[in-house]
């Protein structure tokens, strides 16, 4: 439900410094649709990034609402710590496929596994555009680079790894589909656990060719969005009918896995409801009577 005390304007950020036709800065527009419609206000949020052109899209959203930009590859761990924290806050964490899928995997895994609430999007273009367009570990071994150099690996698919990872709510989407990719993002603010989204966002730069599986003509082509039928039964169905696209050349979009039962960190830690910075010192601090009846019964 839409605030009434907030405009479309309250969600706008600065100026978008990306390359002209980015698909990261569609990301940048459903998502202030998404909290505008969701009426989420910009001082509920805290947007969490890393490194790469994608970690530089909290800037161009929501200007009232809080940011940290942390190193490459450390945005999961830095947001766990910031949920712990304030746990008030709803977390939205804003990585790249390099950021996530390599230097960050290890932070990635042990997030899933710990069901951290948030909302993670991965906006997946298959290149390392900060610095010119070399592979990332989400390429493509049938898709060469401009100068004809081909992925010498199996792409690392984000969703499936997720699926595996028994994450509760997993989705892919297409910066060219903006009505799905705002449904999506809604479902996933209202999740309750971790929600991965895999953006499909084409490097209009370096990765935009006619040769390239994640070129927007490629991708408008084959981007076979599931019908509006819910998600799969389980993540082993879910994971087969991924691949059993890829392996035709198509690229399935859609909320694939949910799952609104799983414990979360919070919960599984019973951690406080109140942000830490609220708690005054008495009350961390016991009393010396309550110290010196603590500590007799370990004597």
């Given at each position: 439900?839409?605030?009434?005390?907030?405009?479309?304007?309250?969600?706008?950020?600065?100026?978008?410094?990306?390359?002209?036709?980015?698909?990261?800065?569609?990301?940048?527009?459903?998502?202030?649709?998404?909290?505008?419609?969701?009426?989420?206000?910009?001082?509920?949020?805290?947007?969490?990034?890393?490194?790469?052109?994608?970690?530089?899209?909290?800037?161009?959203?929501?200007?009232?609402?809080?940011?940290?930009?942390?190193?490459?590859?450390?945005?999961?761990?830095?947001?766990?710590?910031?949920?712990?924290?304030?746990?008030?806050?709803?977390?939205?964490?804003?990585?790249?496929?390099?950021?996530?899928?390599?230097?960050?995997?290890?932070?990635?895994?042990?997030?899933?596994?710990?069901?951290?609430?948030?909302?993670?999007?991965?906006?997946?273009?298959?290149?390392?555009?900060?610095?010119?367009?070399?592979?990332?570990?989400?390429?493509?071994?049938?898709?060469?680079?401009?100068?004809?150099?081909?992925?010498?690996?199996?792409?690392?698919?984000?969703?499936?790894?997720?699926?595996?990872?028994?994450?509760?709510?997993?989705?892919?989407?297409?910066?060219?589909?903006?009505?799905?990719?705002?449904?999506?993002?809604?479902?996933?603010?209202?999740?309750?656990?971790?929600?991965?989204?895999?953006?499909?966002?084409?490097?209009?730069?370096?990765?935009?060719?006619?040769?390239?599986?994640?070129?927007?003509?490629?991708?408008?082509?084959?981007?076979?969005?599931?019908k509006e039928v819910g998600p799969f039964a389980d993540p082993l169905a879910a994971t087969a009918e991924i691949r059993k696209a890829y392996k035709s050349g198509e690229v399935l979009t859609g909320i694939f896995y949910e799952n609104t039962e799983a414990a979360t960190l919070l919960e599984k830690l019973n951690a406080p409801t109140r942000p830490l910075a609220s708690y005054r010192e008495?009350?961390?601090?016991?009393?010396?009577?309550?110290?010196?009846?603590?500590?007799?019964?370990?004597?």
């Amino acid at each position: 439900m839409q605030s009434p005390s907030l405009s479309k304007n309250d969600y706008k950020g600065s100026p978008s410094t990306l390359c002209t036709g980015c698909g990261h800065d569609l990301i940048s527009n459903q998502i202030s649709n998404a909290c505008f419609n969701l009426g989420i206000h910009p001082f509920e949020v805290a947007k969490m990034s890393g490194i790469g052109c994608s970690s530089k899209l909290p800037a161009y959203f929501m200007s009232q609402s809080f940011a940290f930009n942390s190193m490459h590859g450390r945005m999961a761990p830095v947001t766990t710590g910031a949920k712990l924290a304030n746990p008030q806050l709803k977390m939205l964490g804003i990585s790249g496929d390099g950021d996530t899928a390599s230097i960050g995997i290890g932070g990635f895994v042990h997030l899933i596994k710990r069901n951290l609430p948030m909302v993670y999007l991965v906006a997946n273009n298959g290149v390392y555009g900060l610095t010119k367009g070399q592979f990332s570990p989400t390429a493509d071994p049938r898709s060469p680079r401009k100068n004809g150099e081909i992925f010498l690996f199996e792409t690392l698919d984000v969703c499936t790894l997720s699926l595996e990872l028994g994450c509760g709510f997993v989705a892919r989407s297409f910066v060219g589909n903006p009505s799905q990719l705002s449904m999506i993002l809604q479902k996933a603010f209202q999740h309750n656990g971790t929600a991965i989204i895999d953006i499909l966002s084409p490097c209009i730069t370096f990765n935009n060719h006619d040769e390239s599986m994640k070129s927007y003509s490629y991708l408008k082509a084959h981007e076979v969005p599931m019908k509006e039928v819910g998600p799969f039964a389980d993540p082993l169905a879910a994971t087969a009918e991924i691949r059993k696209a890829y392996k035709s050349g198509e690229v399935l979009t859609g909320i694939f896995y949910e799952n609104t039962e799983a414990a979360t960190l919070l919960e599984k830690l019973n951690a406080p409801t109140r942000p830490l910075a609220s708690y005054r010192e008495t009350d961390l601090r016991p009393s010396r009577e309550t110290f010196e009846t603590m500590m007799a019964e370990y004597m």
